[in-house]
């Protein structure tokens, strides 16, 4: 065996050896480096962070937005109610009726309470333009009275099923909304105080 032969039988053996032992091969471990570098956090924080930095992402993307209207303190605000009506409530009753179903709700904090008498001031015509669906509130001994109603049977099934928060969450309005509000375009977000508003400021 000449001395060629002899380097290329000991380094085929210590390949060997080494994949014996399970240490891993230069180009698998840098194929592992490199992914490792590559990965990156994709969660933003909580939903109403990660909600206020989508739209900021967009807001950036736009040239025709006015950074002088831009409100994301009403945004914020707005996604406070939204968490109210979700997790800060208690569904007291929740049955099907003839044409749709009936729920009780009760807030379970002040700050809720003032939440849901805004959301469900204007949910209903939300609900009547997008689905049709007709939708009474009623409030009473600091609970509110939903009752939820269609015409067509398949979605009278639909309503029942979908029950409270179902409802309040059925559409794709609210994320045009979030937008609306982030840009100063809705009319009432001149009730929200704007630390940096140019009429408190002049």
Same mark, same amino acid.
């Given at each position: 065996?000449?001395?060629?032969?002899?380097?290329?039988?000991?380094?085929?053996?210590?390949?060997?050896?080494?994949?014996?032992?399970?240490?891993?091969?230069?180009?698998?471990?840098?194929?592992?480096?490199?992914?490792?570098?590559?990965?990156?956090?994709?969660?933003? /924080?909580?939903?109403?962070?990660?909600?206020?930095?989508?739209?900021?992402?967009?807001?950036?993307?736009?040239?025709?937005?006015?950074?002088?209207?831009?409100?994301?303190?009403?945004?914020?605000?707005?996604?406070?109610?939204?968490?109210?009506?979700?997790?800060?409530?208690?569904?007291?009753?929740?049955?099907?009726?003839?044409?749709?179903?009936?729920?009780?709700?009760?807030?379970?904090?002040?700050?809720?309470?003032?939440?849901?008498?805004?959301?469900?001031?204007?949910?209903?015509?939300?609900?009547?333009?997008?689905?049709?669906?007709?939708?009474?509130?009623?409030?009473?001994?600091?609970?509110?009275?939903?009752?939820?109603?269609?015409?067509?049977?398949?979605?009278?099934?639909?309503?029942?099923?979908?029950?409270?928060?179902?409802?309040?969450?059925?559409?794709?309005?609210?994320?045009?909304?979030?937008?609306?509000?982030?840009? /100063?375009?809705?009319?009432?977000?001149?009730?929200?105080?704007?630390?940096?508003?140019?009429?408190?400021?002049?």
């Amino acid at each position: 065996m000449n001395k060629t032969t002899k380097v290329v039988t000991i380094s085929l053996l210590a390949s060997v050896s080494l994949m014996a032992l399970g240490v891993p091969k230069h180009a698998d471990h840098m194929m592992t480096t490199a992914q490792s570098v590559t990965l990156q956090p994709t969660e933003a /924080g909580n939903d109403a962070f990660g909600t206020i930095q989508e739209i900021i992402n967009i807001l950036q993307r736009d040239p025709s937005v006015d950074w002088r209207r831009v409100n994301l303190e009403a945004l914020r605000v707005h996604l406070i109610e939204m968490q109210d009506m979700t997790l800060n409530v208690e569904v007291i009753k929740q049955k099907p009726i003839k044409n749709g179903f009936v729920a009780v709700i009760k807030a379970t904090s002040r700050r809720a309470e003032f939440s849901l008498t805004k959301v469900l001031a204007v949910h209903p015509k939300m609900l009547a333009i997008e689905n049709g669906y007709n939708m009474a509130v009623a409030s009473e001994n600091n609970q509110f009275k939903i009752t939820v109603t269609a015409t067509n049977e398949q979605d009278i099934i639909k309503l029942q099923g979908l029950g409270y928060i179902g409802v309040m969450a059925l559409g794709n309005h609210h994320q045009m909304h979030h937008l609306a509000i982030a840009k /100063g375009q809705q009319s009432h977000q001149e009730l929200i105080p704007r630390p940096l508003r140019q009429d408190l400021i002049e």
